[in-house]
């Protein structure tokens, strides 16, 4: 089994800064991505950006690029978000990803096999 463990969420002001970060771990796959998706009350679930495991290739959603920003650590199976500048609608539980499916971009939920359980993100004006 898989399992990936967020941690970094908060409660914040707008125009604050977080970083979130994603530590995976439990058996070995085959890593071809990580990536961050939100869920704000009463919204489905969004992409909000991955990163290629072998190339360090970035994809971001519209509302939060040149905001957030992802990167890993492959040696320690790590993936972080750096949100800069936040905003009130950016307030959801942000979830950790992984897919074990060679294909970019990777912006789609049934792209991603292994889910964390989520750290809820505040941010208020």
């Known amino acids: 089994q898989v399992q990936l463990v967020e941690s970094g969420g908060g409660s914040v002001q707008a125009g604050d800064s977080l970083r979130l970060s994603c530590v995976a771990s439990?058996?070995?796959?085959?890593?071809?991505?990580m990536g961050w998706f939100r869920q704000a009350p009463g919204k489905a679930r969004e992409f909000v950006t991955a990163?290629?495991?072998?190339?360090?290739?970035?994809d971001y959603a519209d509302s939060v690029n040149a905001r957030f920003t992802i990167s890993r650590d492959s040696a320690k199976n790590t993936v972080f978000l750096q949100m800069n500048s936040l905003k009130p609608e950016d307030t959801a539980v942000y979830y950790c990803?992984?897919?074990?499916?060679?294909?970019?971009?990777?912006?789609?939920?049934?792209?991603?096999?292994?889910w964390g359980q989520g750290t809820q993100v505040t941010v208020s004006s």
């Open positions: 439990g058996r070995t796959f085959s890593n071809y991505g």
């Open positions: 990803a992984a897919s074990n499916m060679p294909s970019w971009p990777m912006t789609s939920r049934s792209q991603f096999a292994f």
């Open positions: 990163i290629n495991w072998s190339d360090g290739s970035t």
